[in-house]
């Protein structure tokens, strides 16, 4: 399979745990988005990455997250200290360049209880 | 700041009934791309169609069909003779041609096709 893998696709979690979701992007893809979806909402823009460089960040993306993509290629999302507001459907897009449509992966959920 | 209005919460048709989505949106970008995905209820964003602000045409693909109007800030979204597959949550996003192309979202349509 050549898409966008997200892994893991389920993830429960107590309050105050820390949790980190890896993103295998198409493998020509330089360009690599996460996305937050909360339900009935759209996707809101959380940080992207050109290769292994962040180049932005949203407002949402607080001091609690960090993102990382090594050497270009998968990267990982990590909360800390998760909050039941953190629970969602987080979702990782590549793009081979800009303008481009991004490809999706299947999104993981978590949910914080 | 860019924003996309999709005032349409949810549609119900029967199937084979034809149904337009709407999206409207804004922006400060003299140039930008709209997009329209798919969210079936396995909840991976399928993409659908990429249009640039240059080109006013409208575009058909199979069942589907795009009406963009830049007078109005619309881009709709028509499909034909509508099937029960076509039950999912649609979306309609714009990115800035330049720089580092994020996309915003609007909160999607829930098309309900019943046979």
């Known amino acids: 399979d050549t898409g966008v893998s997200q892994d893991p696709r389920h993830k429960i979690t107590k309050r105050g745990q820390n949790v980190t979701f890896r993103c295998d992007p198409i493998?020509?893809?330089?360009?690599l988005y996460w996305y937050r979806q909360t339900l009935g909402q759209g996707p809101e823009f959380l940080t992207y990455?050109?290769?292994?460089?962040?180049?932005?960040k949203s407002r949402l993306l607080s001091d609690r997250f960090s993102a990382e993509r090594p050497k270009g290629s998968f990267s990982t999302l990590e909360i800390q200290r998760t909050e039941q507001g953190d629970s969602a459907m987080y979702l990782c897009a590549s793009s081979v360049n800009s303008g481009a449509e991004a490809f999706f992966g299947q999104g993981t959920r978590l949910t914080v209880v | 700041a860019q924003k996309v209005t999709q005032a349409q919460t949810e549609i119900s048709v029967v199937e084979k009934e034809d149904v337009t989505l709407d999206c409207v949106y804004e922006t400060r970008d003299t140039t930008y791309y709209l997009f329209w995905y798919k969210q079936p209820p396995s909840g991976e964003l399928v993409f659908l169609i990429r249009?640039?602000?240059?080109?006013?045409q409208n575009e058909i693909s199979g069942r589907y069909s795009w009406n963009f109007q830049k007078s109005t800030s619309s881009f709709n979204f028509t499909i034909t003779a509508s099937q029960v597959v076509d039950s999912a949550v649609y979306f309609c996003?714009?990115?800035?041609?330049?720089?580092?192309?994020?996309?915003?979202f609007g909160k999607g349509t829930m098309l309900l096709v019943s046979p």
């Open positions: 249009r640039n602000s240059f080109d006013e």
């Open positions: 493998s020509e893809h330089n360009r």
């Open positions: 996003a714009l990115s800035a041609i330049s720089g580092y192309s994020t996309l915003t």
């Open positions: 990455f050109q290769n292994e460089a962040q180049l932005e």
